[in-house]
């Protein structure tokens, strides 16, 4: 009897990933491809030929290394959401770098819409900012005449990570994506679930260069004879992986950047600051709206000290913050500040130094101030009545106990850490073997888990909320 296999993708900012994942949810084998993005100043951007080769390396081989007796029954495909590619048609060519999420070279473009921020976000649940889709695709069509030559000539496709991996796997069979990576574009109306004609318009982007829009799990053709049966954004399989599926859920997800994502159910609502979100959505289960708070930065800002001459191993982290005596105060804005502030503009601000401060204080104090900024949103999404009594944790960076230690004491309730730490990968395959009708009340992922509980009191957690709020208003009235 053969075991039934699904593999998962993941494709990230630092990584190209492949899981092969079994009937009761453990990952059995998983290949990792490093994945380079260009960045200089405010521009961070990739060749997509290397996106797709590194995407398609890892599969291979995780294919190869599978027991004979494996059959793969499904590909499940999950990836960066605002991350844009656009290439030519007919050729099949990238026509320009794709633009990373983080990358903030389209300010202008945001800026110059007509649409009011309010506007944008009642339609679309996002704000008008050069990280999403819309404003980088105004700027390719400015910037490379190629862009600009193949939407003349209506040769020009545009769609995010996913498709263009999909597009390529299926050698341009279909051209497709799901809501949850849809949204990101900036283009896409949360309410009627479709292509909002008025943004486009406001965008000057033409509809035919976007891909259709299907359910996240549903027929997006075949790789090598083996079905692709989902389409997901990263953040939304995570939150798959981590069971934040019903109302009430909430997820911090700590990758390159870091998520807090809370389930809100069926009905839609407006927070000032915050995003509203999708979650995925299959024939037998209809998308919750989620309420999500961007922090620019998790782990980069850690890749970052290194790049700046702090020689260490982020898997040391919880041996270096034992080793903090007195953490230095940070305020991690590389990248600017995302939810509720909104401000790109912003960079980090480090303070308290003294003679005796080491490197493990200065990382110490990164991981906290990290703790700090997350706190800072799920206290600011509570003011609205939407309460958290626990949480969910995933993403690379939260193999750090410390982390989840401190952000437990911080925010006064439980953390919850699954032990496996490829959660995008393993949310994917998740919605895959969900549609697939397998029983999936026996995986393994939503009982192997640990628990980080408060170690402090209410009272010493708010003292050091306060001495951190007043150190952080203090970092953001610093001059530009």
Same mark, same amino acid.
């Given at each position: ?34 994945? #380079? ?15 797709? =080769? ?81 404003? =980088? ?5 400015? #910037? ?52 909002? /004609? ?20 549903? /027929? ?38 870091? !998520? ?27 998308? /919750? ?8 930065? $998790?782990?980069?800002? !850690? ?18 913050? $034992? #080793? ?61 009545? !939407? ?54 009340? =026996? ?17 010493? $957690? ?8 007043? !150190? ?9």
């Amino acid at each position: 009897m053969k075991n039934k296999i699904i593999i998962a993708l993941d494709q990230g900012s630092s990584s190209s990933r492949a899981a092969a994942v079994n009937g009761s949810g453990v990952v059995i084998h998983k290949e990792s491809i490093p994945v #380079n993005f260009n960045v200089n100043g405010v521009k961070c951007e990739c060749d997509a030929r290397d996106i797709l =080769k590194s995407q398609l390396q890892s599969l291979d081989k995780t294919i190869a290394a599978l027991p004979e007796n494996s059959e793969i029954i499904s590909i499940a495909v999950c990836a960066q959401r605002s991350t844009i590619v656009l290439w030519d048609k007919i050729t099949g060519s990238a026509l320009c770098p794709a633009l990373s999420w983080l990358d903030g070279r389209a300010a202008a473009q945001a800026e110059l819409n007509p649409m009011t921020q309010e506007e944008i976000h009642s339609r679309s649940g996002l704000y008008k900012t050069p990280y999403y889709s819309a404003p =980088k695709i105004k700027w390719c069509l400015q #910037n490379y005449s190629d862009v600009k030559q193949a939407a003349r000539k209506g040769r020009l496709m545009a769609g995010p990570v996913a498709t263009w991996l999909i597009w390529n796997m299926t050698k341009g069979k279909v051209f497709a994506t799901d809501i949850t990576n849809a949204q990101r574009t900036l283009l896409f109306n949360i309410k009627t679930m479709s292509w909002d /004609d008025e943004i486009l318009k406001s965008f000057d982007i033409p509809k035919n260069i976007l891909p259709q829009v299907i359910s996240s799990a549903a /027929d997006f053709g075949f790789y090598k004879n083996i079905p692709i049966t989902v389409c997901v954004g990263d953040q939304q399989a995570a939150c798959a992986a981590t069971g934040l599926l019903k109302k009430g859920d909430c997820a911090i997800n700590y990758g390159t950047g870091a !998520f807090v994502l809370l389930n809100i159910g069926a009905n839609y609502a407006d927070i000032a600051g915050i995003l509203t979100s999708v979650s995925y959505n299959s024939q037998n289960r209809q998308a /919750d709206f989620i309420l999500e708070g961007p922090i620019n930065t $998790a782990a980069s800002l !850690f890749t970052w000290l290194q790049t700046i001459g702090l020689d260490f191993d982020i898997q040391d982290m919880d041996k270096i913050y $034992a #080793n903090s005596k007195e953490p230095a105060q940070i305020f991690p804005a590389l990248g600017g500040i995302g939810a509720p502030i909104w401000n790109f503009k912003l960079t980090p601000v480090i303070y308290g130094l003294k003679p005796n401060t080491t490197k493990n204080d200065i990382i110490a104090g990164a991981l906290r101030g990290l703790a700090f900024l997350t706190a800072d949103i799920i206290n600011y999404i509570s003011k609205s009545g !939407f309460n958290t009594y626990r949480v969910q944790a995933s993403g690379g960076l939260s193999a750090s106990g410390a982390l989840l230690k401190f952000q437990s004491d911080i925010l006064q309730c439980p953390i919850i850490r699954a032990k496996e730490t490829e959660s995008g990968a393993l949310g994917a395959a998740y919605i895959a073997a969900e549609n697939l009708n397998m029983d999936t009340s =026996k995986w393994e992922t939503f009982k192997n888990y640990e628990v980080f509980e408060p170690s402090v009191s209410q009272r010493e $957690a708010a003292a050091k909320h306060s001495n951190w709020r007043q !150190f952080a208003d203090w970092a953001l009235k610093q001059p530009l």
